[in-house]
């Protein structure tokens, strides 16, 4: 049985070439507020034994996902910034990832007045495939001496190595959809169960 | 009499050189998701009257505020992009804006897909200085047929001159804390009553 983000993705959800998944009529571009809701509370559920003070995320389309998620938690979200250079203007927290994609070096930054050891933190993201900008967080996250207590994503290419790369790694990963195959002759879309 | 933002801005926000104000503590960095959601409650309350089904807000911090806002509204958040040059994939409005601040074109990009002339738009960000972004916004509204019911903004810079000339155009534009003036010295800030 699916669960209702991948009734959504089945629904809304545009199976394209290249193992691209477009969802943004009501992910990351437009964004169901009402879904947005309901997947913050399934976040809250799946870490209920989590103290959790703080919620990472990053620009642009975690936003969104992160500060409805964050109602249901009660705590702050810090969002971290895309650079392509250095721009240090105080004291920054900087990871520096290599994107599979487009094969370019990417800057993830934040500030380090807004996490240090004393934060036990959700880092939450709407997608995950490779995994550059998940493993940027954590760098982030180790490097200010906080706790990643666990990381919740949207949907999650399980193709991609990202998510058994972190899972290898002991992190408590939920991905309220992994989607294991995608056919874009039929549209169909395999999750895995 | 201060509002619960001004006191906010108050308490936290930095005055730079230059006329800068730093409100990244609570708004653009790191969020405080409880007093965004007074924000959209104030939203909400300015723009009783107006029949809005659609919020349209700019990465990459006005989406946390939109999201929130929009939780009061029921309804869901279009965010636009911003790029450097045109990616046409699938038929976009773009908006070709000057900044001010920067001297660089830069574009505002929404999908044809997510606005058209059946929308009522409550346009939503987090600052209001000289204007560029609000002023692609509107014009990716009227492009698309839909109508811009109202412009909520956190805080406006009211000794630049974009709020002025929005209001000039006719637009409700309701900016919670006005700042007219700002003092790097003391840190003293002079909200408009």
Redesign the interface.
Known sequence: MMNFLEERIVKDGIVKEGNVLKV???LN??????L??KIGQEFKERFKDKKINKILTI??SG??I???T??HF??????A?KAKSINLEGEMYVAEVESFTHKTKNQVI??K??LNEEDRVLIIDDFLANGCALQGLIQIVQASGAVAEGIGIVIEKGFQPGGRIIRNLGYQLESLAIVDAMDPASGGIIFRR
Request: charged fraction near 20%; hydrophobic fraction near 60%.
């Open positions: 943004d009529s009501f571009h437009q964004m169901d507020i009402a947005f809701d620009e642009a936003i969104g992160a500060a409805v964050a109602m009660g705590v702050p979200v810090v969002f910034k934040v500030s007045k807004f």
